[in-house]
């Protein structure tokens, strides 16, 4: 038995350009007068088939600062109140990842990379949770001007809303122990973050 933490994945961050995943172009959105930020996420799920679903209540949260140029960065995020099955207790999660910025199907949204995260909950075995998840930037609107956004992760199961990017398909995973089958997982979660100044969705 597994468990997985969802891993969300959420705005907009982070100092140091990185490499984007294998398969995705440069992005064409961009934040601008944004360098730092914070903010919470709601308690979400994540969901793989014939493995135990995993929710946290929070609270939860999220920071970050935004790399030279906005389009890409890394998040650092805690997660608490973690559950498996609504009932088996898992520890408080502290991970992080990369992001960068994307258009699909003329959306805003953003591309997360998590770090690779091992999930631990009482009496199952550890889950490690890994890959990609696309979440759609709900507000502001594209060349929209806010202090604040949103970003919407939505799944049906294991199976993500948004998966396509430039060809490619892009899923979390999650793997009991060392030995387990590496398992497609969904997300459903949402995010805000706030940054002190008011920056711009810049789509063009």
Do not use: W
């Given at each position: ?18 490499a ?10 961009h ?23 995993i ?11 935004v790399?030279?140029?906005g ?47 091992t ?10 949770v ?35 990017y ?8 999650s ?18 973050v ?11």
């Amino acid at each position: 038995m597994s468990k997985k933490m969802m891993l969300l994945a959420l705005a907009v961050v982070s100092a140091a350009a990185f490499a984007l995943p294998a398969g995705a172009s440069a992005a064409e959105l961009h934040l601008t007068n944004v360098t730092k930020f914070s903010g919470t996420f709601n308690g979400g799920t994540l969901s793989a088939n014939e493995e135990p679903t995993i929710t946290c209540d929070g609270p939860n949260h999220v920071e970050g600062t935004v790399s030279p140029g906005g389009t890409t960065g890394t998040i650092s995020l805690d997660y608490t109140n973690c559950r498996a099955l609504g009932f088996f207790s898992c520890n408080t999660i502290k991970t992080g990842g990369t992001f960068h910025f994307i258009t699909f199907g003329q959306k805003p949204g953003v591309l997360v990379t998590p770090e690779h995260t091992t999930i631990a909950c009482a009496g199952l075995s550890s889950t490690t949770v890994t890959g990609n998840v696309i979440g759609t930037i709900t507000s502001p609107e594209c060349n929209g001007r806010s202090k604040k956004m949103t970003i919407s992760f939505s799944a049906l199961g294991q199976f993500q809303d948004h998966f396509l990017y430039t060809g490619f398909s892009y899923h979390l995973t999650s793997q009991t122990g060392t030995s387990g089958t590496i398992k497609e997982a969904g997300l459903t979660s949402t995010a805000t973050v706030e940054s002190s100044t008011e920056g711009t969705l810049d789509c063009t």
